[in-house]
T-cell receptor, first 113, second 117 residues
Framework: SQKIEQNSEALNIQEGKTATLTCNYT??????LQWYRQDPGRGPVFLLL?????KEKRKERLKVTFDTTLKQSLFHITASQPADSATYLC????????????FGSGTQLTVLP | NAGVMQNPRHLVRRRGQEARLRCSPM?????VYWYRQLPEEGLKFMVY????????ESGMPKERFSAEFPKEGPSILRIQQVVRGDSAAYFC??????FGVGVQPQHFGDGTRLSIL
């Protein structure tokens, strides 16, 4: 069955450093992958979408890579700030239904001042 | 430019009662999705609807749960005869009509936190 793993439940880094979060998947060949941010008590907020034919995508301090051979996506936040502290979720379309997203359990990032 | 609106934000019910959760999608969005998030767990897909149609309900329990998205008004997730295990955060998301399947991000509301006494 399809499975998504975000390999760190929690990640603490110093302000100004680059945070790197990992999303691995198995038994998938997704056409795209999405990253969301979720703050406590709030709904997820869309950050980036990367398609299977794109190796890398950037948006301001955010960068996402998508390696379909390794079945892995990396999510980078450069020059991290305490305001970046949140839970980050990766999501892929369910193979049986392109509109049904399957979410990873998330990585809780804390940026220490 | 309002986002996805969910109400109520918090809902308390006693076992056996009915819970009705409402979701107004973003303006111009015709696709609605419901997800459930249990404590310390990830978001789980429940149901996907377009106006007046249920497209995919594969993640929704067969009993006690139903969803609708009428021509006029918000989408409703209804849980009948609630049990303690229904306690969770329920999130609604919406997306616009699109020309390529599955390439639009979903925009989420801030959820309804359902507590069953």
């Amino acid at each position: 069955s399809q499975k998504i793993e975000q390999n760190s439940e929690a990640l603490n880094i110093q302000e100004g450093k680059t945070a790197t979060l990992t999303c691995n998947y198995t038994n998938y060949s997704p056409a795209y992958l999405q990253w969301y941010r979720q703050d406590p008590g709030r709904g997820p907020v869309f950050l980036l979408l990367i398609r299977e034919n794109e190796k890398e995508k950037r948006k301001e301090r955010l960068k996402v890579t998508f390696d379909t051979t390794l079945k892995q996506s990396l999510f980078h936040i450069t020059a991290s700030q305490p305001a970046d502290s949140a839970t980050y979720l990766c999501a892929l379309p369910f193979s049986g239904s392109a509109r049904q997203l399957t979410f990873g359990s998330g990585t809780q990032l804390t940026v220490l001042p | 430019n309002a986002g996805v609106m969910q109400n109520p934000r918090h809902l308390v019910r006693r076992r056996g009662q009915e819970a009705r959760l409402r979701c107004s999608p973003m303006k111009g969005h015709s696709h609605v999705y419901w997800y459930r998030q249990l404590p310390e767990e990830g978001l789980k897909f429940m149901v996907y609807l377009q106006k007046e149609n249920i497209i995919d309900e594969s993640g929704m329990p067969k009993e006690r749960f139903s969803a609708e998205f009428p021509k006029e008004g918000p989408s409703i997730l209804r849980i009948q005869q609630v049990v303690r295990g229904d306690s969770a955060a329920y999130f609604c998301a919406s997306s616009p009509e699109e020309f390529g399947v599955g390439v639009q991000p979903q925009h989420f509301g801030d959820g309804t936190r359902l507590s069953i006494l």
